[in-house]
Structure formats: structure tokens, C-alpha cells
């Protein structure tokens, strides 16, 4: 089956850094990867959508310029949180789909625990 | 918005028993997705139902989808301690998204 990796699996990070995350498809080409964010006992919230080669669609609330997304090949989407703080400390997951498949074939990763400190 | 609200929030039950979840949405469903999600993990898809008055099974999970396709139920038989986990239903959002309910933490005591 089609697998996703994320990495790193958990982070630490200071105040006022910034972190990247990284979203693999390991066995399919991902056309479009999506990134999300749960709280503790929350569901997920979708952040933005990437397309491969194009520029990522944020949700409305999301800050574009905080959360930088990149999806410069069909295999490879990052995620940087830039001037982290303490309230971006979260469970963030990202999904990827391959070309022709339903929106329900999303492949998640197994998400990255950020602690920002 | 399509929103998806599920009960209950929480569930604790012992082994061997059976339990549903349930999920209802504020608009019509075209597609509605159960995923299971082990905690600090990613997401597995377990089913998709589309039709009103759908039923699928895998294993001993039913999910069903309602004639008036704004309800789901997910139904564990005879529960055992990998059954336990988050149960979250997503639906189709628009614009290749998928919205999700807040989930369920499904507890099984031995």
C-alpha cells in the first residue's frame, strides 16, 4: 500500500526558531499533499493544500508567511514553521494523494509532535 | 460549511462488547469516511460509504450510512484491545478537502 513518512516524528524547538517538517511519499507519485494541525482531543484542521510545482492554498485563518509550505517534487513536501512559539506547539500531519484518486484516498502520515518552548 | 459533529466524545468499554459511534452531518453527504487513529499517529482509513442505506463490513466493524445520507454509525462487535483508539468520520469539503469530526477515543478495558 501506498506509505507516507513524515520527519521528524517529534521535535523540540525555542521560541522564536524555525522548524521544518517533512512530508515523503515513499511509493507513489503525490500530486497534491495537504497539511493539518491537531490539538490535544481535537480533530484535525486542514492548514493549506499543495499542489506539486505550485504554490499552496491556505485555509482561511492560517498565516501564510508563518507557515511556509514547499511541494517541489511529487514526492517531497516541507512544512517550516518559522518564529515558532509556544502556541505552535501541536501534532501536525500531512496527507498525499496520487493523480486520479478519490479524496478519500489521502495517505497520512504518522505526524510530527512539535514542542515549542 | 460541512461540518461533522460525532458521539460520543469519549467511550470506555469492556472487552468483548459491543459499542457504535455515530456521526451526523449538518449538510447532505456525498462521500463519508472512517478513519482510525492510533494516539501521536497518523490516520487509517477503514471505509468509505457514498449511497444512502449503505452498509459495509470489515471484519467486526459495520459502518452504515443513512437514507437521508446525513447520519453514520460505526458499529464494533464483540470489541477487543486493538479496537481502541480514535475513531474520527471525514467527509468530502469541497475543493479536494476532506473535513473531519472531532473524533471519538474509544478506551477498551481488559
Known amino acids: 500500500g501506498a506509505v507516507v513518512s513524515q520527519h521528524p516524528s517529534w521535535v523540540i524547538c525555542k521560541s522564536g526558531t524555525s522548524v521544518k517538517i517533512e512530508c515523503r511519499s515513499l511509493?507513489?507519485?503525490?500530486?497534491?499533499m495537504f497539511w493539518y494541525r491537531q490539538f490535544p482531543k481535537q480533530s484535525l484542521m486542514l492548514m493549506a493544500t499543495?499542489?506539486?510545482?505550485?504554490?499552496?492554498?491556505?485555509e482561511q485563518g492560517v498565516e501564510k508567511d508563518k507557515f511556509l509550505i514547499n511541494h517541489a517534487s511529487l514526492t517531497l513536501s516541507t512544512l517550516t514553521v518559522t518564529s515558532a512559539h509556544p502556541e505552535d506547539s501541536s501534532f501536525y500531519i500531512c496527507s498525499a494523494r496520487g493523480p486520479f484518486q478519490g479524496n478519500y484516498e489521502q495517505y497520512f502520515g504518522p505526524g510530527t509532535r512539535l514542542t515549542v518552548t | 460549511s460541512q461540518e461533522l459533529e460525532q458521539s460520543p466524545q469519549s467511550l470506555i468499554v469492556q472487552e468483548g462488547k459491543n459499542l457504535t459511534i455515530n456521526c451526523t452531518s449538518s449538510?447532505?453527504?456525498?462521500?463519508l469516511y472512517w478513519y482510525k487513529q492510533k494516539y501521536g499517529e497518523g490516520l487509517i482509513f477503514l471505509m468509505m460509504?457514498?449511497?444512502?442505506?449503505e452498509e459495509k463490513s470489515h471484519e467486526k466493524i459495520t459502518a452504515k450510512l443513512d437514507e437521508k445520507k446525513q447520519q453514520s454509525s460505526l458499529h464494533i462487535t464483540a470489541s477487543q484491545p486493538s479496537h481502541a483508539g480514535i475513531y474520527l468520520c471525514?467527509?468530502?469539503?469541497?475543493?479536494?478537502?476532506?473535513?473531519f469530526g472531532q473524533g471519538t477515543r474509544l478506551t477498551i478495558n481488559p
Open positions: 449538510k447532505t453527504l456525498y462521500g
Open positions: 471525514g467527509a468530502d469539503g469541497g475543493a479536494q478537502k476532506l473535513v
Open positions: 460509504l457514498q449511497k444512502g442505506g
Open positions: 499543495s499542489n506539486e510545482g505550485s504554490k499552496a492554498t491556505y
Open positions: 511509493d507513489f507519485q503525490a500530486t497534491t
